[in-house]
Antibody, heavy 118, light 107 residues
Framework: EVHLVESGGRLVQPGGSLRLSCAAS????????MSWVRQAPGKGLEWVAN????????YYVDSLKGRFTISRDNAKNSLYLQMNSLRPEDTAVYYC???????????WGQGTRVTVSS | EIVLTQSPDFQSVTPKEKVTITCRAS??????LHWYQQKPDQSPKLLIK???QSFSGVPSRFSGSGYGTDFTLTINSLEAEDAATYYC?????????FGQGTKVEIK
């Protein structure tokens, strides 16, 4: 059974940094692209970033380029999102999701909540 | 950026009624359009992939159709457990985008 578990979300001050993690199990992690998707309180879904199976290609929503970095460690079956220069508008639940090149998000984690506030 | 526009934004429906949600893309995306269901305080779940293919384990009352710019999600004979927000998503071009969501309420 595919299982994705996010962690690392917490309250952080504006301008701060945070690293989210996603632990994957139940499938061959290194065979899939992975994604981060976020959802601000009471709002819809927003795609954040994708990373190819071997980490050689990364794609980001334009508004976050330069502040957020997606990465992975296939030996640890783990996905990461490094978030820098955080702003109040980054407040959201961040989901880890499995995907592939041009595929849908077929499995999602339960999400981890990030709150950016002073 | 490809903009996905869903309609309606909200629908109040009685059980056993048929529900139709549309998703229009700002340019052609072929069949790279997917549908998700999100219940309150839960993660989204994939319902339909590539416009019309049902995802594993999804009840047969959910179906999808369309190609290019116009897509439809149909729920035949709505059940109480189908109360949720439904989103379309395109994976044809980066940045990947979602529709704004359609909330379905049970009367």
């Amino acid at each position: 059974e595919v299982h994705l578990v996010e962690s690392g979300g917490r309250l952080v001050q504006p301008g701060g940094s945070l690293r989210l993690s996603c632990a994957a199990s139940g499938f061959i992690f290194g065979n899939y692209w992975m994604s981060w998707v976020r959802q601000a309180p009471g709002k819809g879904l927003e795609w954040v970033a994708n990373i190819k199976e071997d980490g050689s290609e990364k794609y980001y929503v334009d508004s976050l380029k330069g502040r957020f970095t997606i990465s992975r460690d296939n030996a640890k079956n783990s996905l990461y999102l490094q978030m820098n220069s955080l702003r109040p508008e980054d407040t959201a639940v961040y989901y880890c999701a499995r995907t592939h090149d041009g595929w849908p998000f077929d499995y999602w984690g339960q999400g981890t909540r990030v709150t950016v506030s002073s | 950026e490809i903009v996905l526009t869903q309609s309606p934004d909200f629908q109040s429906v009685t059980p056993k009624e048929k529900v139709t949600i549309t998703c229009r893309a700002s340019q052609s995306i072929g069949s790279s359009l997917h549908w998700y269901q999100q219940k309150p305080d839960q993660s989204p779940k994939l319902l339909i992939k590539f416009a019309s293919q049902s995802f594993s384990g999804v009840p047969s009352r959910f179906s999808g159709s369309g190609y290019g710019t116009d897509f439809t999600l149909t729920i035949n004979s709505l059940e109480a457990e189908d109360a949720a927000t439904y989103y379309c998503h395109q994976s044809s071009y980066f940045p990947w985008t979602f529709g704004q969501g359609t909330k379905v309420e049970i009367k």
